[in-house]
């Protein structure tokens, strides 16, 4: 079956206008912050400090059990308790509290002094211990994708960034260049790569000058511009679109790993300097903000705190909704106390839209869009239906909530989430059988 054989990609109005031509703005981290221990979708640490511990900025906190994903204080002071608050799943989770003591003193997460003599070993520990995660939102824990670097020929450094709104990305590219060669390079070693490619989205003349300007430096990395369509950034769409390449699973079944470019910079600012991901640039953007702008803040700050900072809703009576990332893969919260994840990358508040869905007119648009070629109607039907072999069958699983479903049905349902639900059904079923 061809994984893309759907119409699949569409451009959508991406409204990054609204950010990407804004300085970013930096801000002081509160008076409290709240690393989540959380990573993915366990909750299961090993807590490291207790209340009353002094910490540092990049002070290991915890590590998460079931594999190796440590997590890092953010700021200086005192552990003052572990708390439960609103995490960025819309549960209740456990968070460390560390009361700033305003001096940021810090530690090296890691320490290599010697960066450029490292083994393909040294750069795989390194990526461990410093707990490096897939930036772009994923979360996912990075060594786990070099588990069998044999598999790998090529690192594929996903810079498109092709949700609405969000430019966090961007900016990090745009600023920090060097690191993300640097970070490439690291990546190279550590999958025993031939090669490794760069690719951004088209349009963005200044960023693809710097990046080809740097390429001249590193003769095995490449730099290309991929459309500007939804959703180039999911990295089938991504594997297929540069290399012509399709899998079933997993992009290494083809030769191919592939990492976010902040992911890239991260690595390169963590092996030469030792720091952890204790700070991020986040995206604050939509139509229900007044200042959409980019700012760079301490993990675990909450987004409360950083909507003030930038000037607060365009009307706090207004009806919005606020999200975790992008309108169309992130998901929708009650409210906005939860804090800023090392892998959030984006907080987006909309003006709630008052819409009446109509009945499906069996149009198959959801269907001739869907990138990983499911049947979204067959799916909500089933799951209306409580059907789990139907749902099975349909492999829901493998969707990857990227929100086309809904943003293309000209009925104007939420089909993603009906399609969500059977997700979460048939997992729950798996769950019984074991």
Known sequence: MAILSGIGKVHLDGQKGLTKDKPVKSMDAPLVVYIPLVSGTSTAFDVHVQPGDHVDIGTKLATRKDMYVPVYASVSGTVKAIEKRMHISGRMQNHVAIENDGQYTSVKAIDISNPDDMSQSDVLEAIKELGLVGLGGSG??????????????????????????????????????????????????????????????????????????????????????????????????????????????????VGVVVNNSTTAISLSKGIREGKAITERIVTVSGNGIKDPTNVKVAVGTPANEIIAFIGGYIDDEVDGVILNGGPMMGNSLMNDTFVIAPYMNALTVLVREDTVPLPCLKCGMCTDHCPANLQPVKIIQAEKAANVDMVKKLEADRCVSCGMCSYICPSKIEVSDFVAKAKRRLQ???MKKK
């Open 140 to 253: 996912f824990p990075t060594y786990i994708k070099y588990s069998k670097p044999e598999l790998l020929e090529t690192v594929l450094i996903n810079g498109v960034e092709c949700e609405p709104f969000i430019t966090a990305d961007h900016m990090e590219m745009l600023n920090n260049v060097e690191a993300l060669f640097d970070g490439t390079e690291f990546l190279i070693k550590a999958a025993g790569a031939k090669n490794a490619i760069i690719a951004i989205k088209e349009h963005k003349p200044e960023l693809f000058s710097l990046l080809k300007g740097e390429c001249e430096k590193h003769a095995n990395i490449t730099c290309v511009e991929v459309p500007d369509k939804y959703p180039m950034g999911w990295e089938r769409t991504l594997v297929k679109q540069v290399l012509k390449k399709e899998y079933d699973q997993l992009p290494s079944e």
């Open 428 to 430: 729950l079923a798996n």
